[in-house]
């Protein structure tokens, strides 16, 4: 049974940048009541009533998995990992996006899948044979009959949380791999989320956020399992999931098992946690405003790092318009010139830093606060400071 616990208001699809201010375009802007809900049965926490995908993933998509240092790094590291320990013949990726895992590959050691037509013919380009569709049973069996094999590893990152029907997703997985295959997977990871109070991890596309407890009880209904799990810092928490048939070779660890204890003390089976939780997102959302609306009147010039989806969630929920924040500055061309989904704050490319005329930044990005901190070394010694919402709103001034 699904039971609310988080209103997170009208919002816009996070993919949806304008590219003017004009009446049409504002008068066709699509918004929807962003509600999340916690399913006592299976323990999922995902959005009450998602989005249409066609409306999301659609040949303008913005984002650029490659786009930062971090997850460049990330990407080769899961790749030697993988291929070291499962040694695959040949691999499936499900949402390759501007191929940042994939490129790690030979090409003809891999195949690919991205519903985002700008973005599969970037990887079709390159050489990758990238299927433009969504996963579904129907797109995994017409892949194994053209190439007549089926993979000793599936991968997919920040896609399977994105994916309305799971049930889908892991018949089409089960069906996909070799005997001893694997399917491994990593998305934002809810344990994370009320840890950080990171509530912006919430948005259009983000229609679930897995627990071990949660994923475990779907993957059983597919003759599948959970054999090996790990807790990542990528996206400023987020869970990877070894999954493989129950008849595989693969022997299940301890770390399995420990997670399960762990989030069964957490209570994360639990639909007060989720309760408690949301009370902590109203506290943060009245901080924000009356913090950015005191250095305002006094006169501080407040921009914002990063123009990501998660910021597009504190904007239109905190109410958060160019009043407050000037601009966003962004380093993926493709949002350069264009306008914050909802709150139509301008989004403009980085200069070398920080302009000298800025005092405070919001960190959208905060999940890359690491790498925008040793980019932005000048602007903190020149006495700018950054802004974040998590764990708390807090100034960042070092
Ligand atoms: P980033 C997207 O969310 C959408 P977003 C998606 N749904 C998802 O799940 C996650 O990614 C994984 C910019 N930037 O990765 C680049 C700079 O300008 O936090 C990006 O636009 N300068 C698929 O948007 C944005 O910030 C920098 O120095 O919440 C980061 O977006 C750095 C480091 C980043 O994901």
Excluded at 320 to 327: A, R, S, T, V
Excluded at 355 to 377: H, R
Aim: glycine share 4%.
């Amino acid at each position: 049974m699904k039971k609310k616990f988080l209103n997170l208001l009208k919002q816009p699809i996070t993919n949806s940048y304008l590219t003017n201010l004009n009446k049409k375009t504002l008068r066709n802007e699509y918004f929807y009541n962003l509600l999340v809900s916690f399913d006592t049965k299976n323990f999922l926490v995902s959005i009450t009533k998602p989005v249409d995908p066609k409306k999301q993933y659609t040949n303008k998509y913005a984002h650029r998995a490659s786009e930062s240092q971090t997850m460049r790094d990330a990407f080769k590291d899961v790749y030697s990992k993988l291929i070291k320990r499962f040694k695959p013949n040949q691999s499936l990726e499900i949402g390759s996006n501007d191929g940042v895992f994939i490129r790690n590959f030979k090409k003809n050691e891999i195949t690919a899948v991205e519903p985002c037509l700008n973005l599969a013919k970037i990887t079709n380009r390159l050489g990758y044979k990238t299927y433009p569709e969504f996963w579904s049973n129907k797109l995994a069996k017409k892949i194994t009959k053209f190439h007549n094999f089926k993979f000793d590893l599936i991968f997919s990152a920040n896609t399977i949380s994105h994916i309305p029907n799971l049930k889908e997703v892991f018949s089409a997985v089960n069906f996909s791999l070799t005997k001893n295959g694997v399917f491994v997977f990593e998305d934002p990871y809810i344990g994370s989320v009320l840890k950080m109070n990171s509530y912006d991890q919430f948005y259009d596309e983000h229609v679930h956020v897995f627990s071990f407890l949660a994923i475990s009880k779907i993957v059983e209904k597919h003759d599948l399992k959970i054999f090996d799990v790990e807790l990542l810092e990528t996206h400023g928490g987020s869970i990877r999931f070894y999954v493989c048939k129950k008849s595989s070779v693969q022997k299940v660890t301890k770390r399995v098992t420990n997670l399960k204890n762990i989030e069964k003390k957490k209570r994360l089976d639990k639909y007060i946690t989720y309760k408690k939780f949301s009370s902590r997102v109203k506290k943060s959302k009245k901080d924000l405003f009356k913090l950015l609306k005191k250095l305002k009147k006094n006169g501080k010039k407040i921009i914002s790092y990063g123009a990501t989806y998660k910021s597009t969630t504190v904007f239109n929920y905190c109410n958060i318009n160019n009043k407050l924040i000037e601009y966003v500055i962004d380093s993926t061309i493709n949002k350069q010139g264009k306008f914050t989904p909802g709150q139509h704050i301008p989004i403009v490319a980085p200069g070398k830093s920080i302009n000298k005329d800025v005092g405070y930044a919001f960190l959208g990005a905060w999940n890359f606060t690491k790498e925008i901190k040793k980019k932005e070394k000048k602007f903190l010694k020149l006495g700018g400071k950054f802004i974040t919402h998590v764990p708390k709103v807090k100034i960042i001034s070092k």
